[in-house]
């Protein structure tokens, strides 16, 4: 089996490469997948809904949430969950 030398350039084009995979793996991944934890502003427009309907979400136990240092934060799959479970299909004749 024959020897292969790897030249300085060489390792720098797979240098370049490599990260050009990475940056492309990381930006499709943030396409597909939101964040974990939104915050108010974030879920109102996710949902397309006003700051007192939100309120009124969290206080009748809808909408799960949790507050830290007085800032709330919705879990984006709890959202879901609620979306989904609340899910309405009408037949139209």
Same mark, same amino acid.
């Given at each position: 089996? #024959?020897?292969?030398? /790897?030249?300085?350039?060489?390792?720098?084009?797979? @240098?370049?490469?490599?990260?050009?995979?990475?940056?492309?793996?990381? !930006?499709?991944? *943030?396409?597909?997948?939101?964040? @974990?934890? /939104?915050? %108010?502003?974030?879920?109102?427009?996710?949902?397309?809904?006003?700051?007192? %309907?939100? !309120?009124?979400?969290?206080?009748? #136990? %809808? /909408?799960?949430? *949790? @507050?830290?240092?007085?800032?709330?934060?919705?879990?984006?799959?709890?959202?879901? !969950?609620?979306?989904? *479970?609340?899910?309405?299909?009408? @037949?139209?004749?």
């Amino acid at each position: 089996m #024959g020897a292969t030398i /790897l030249t300085t350039e060489d390792l720098m084009e797979f @240098k370049l490469e490599l990260l050009d995979e990475i940056r492309t793996l990381l !930006q499709n991944r *943030s396409d597909h997948f939101p964040k @974990k934890w /939104l915050k %108010t502003h974030e879920v109102r427009e996710l949902l397309g809904v006003s700051h007192g %309907t939100l !309120q009124n979400l969290r206080l009748n #136990g %809808t /909408l799960p949430f *949790s @507050k830290v240092g007085g800032v709330l934060y919705y879990d984006y799959e709890e959202i879901m !969950q609620v979306l989904e *479970s609340n899910r309405v299909n009408n @037949k139209i004749p």
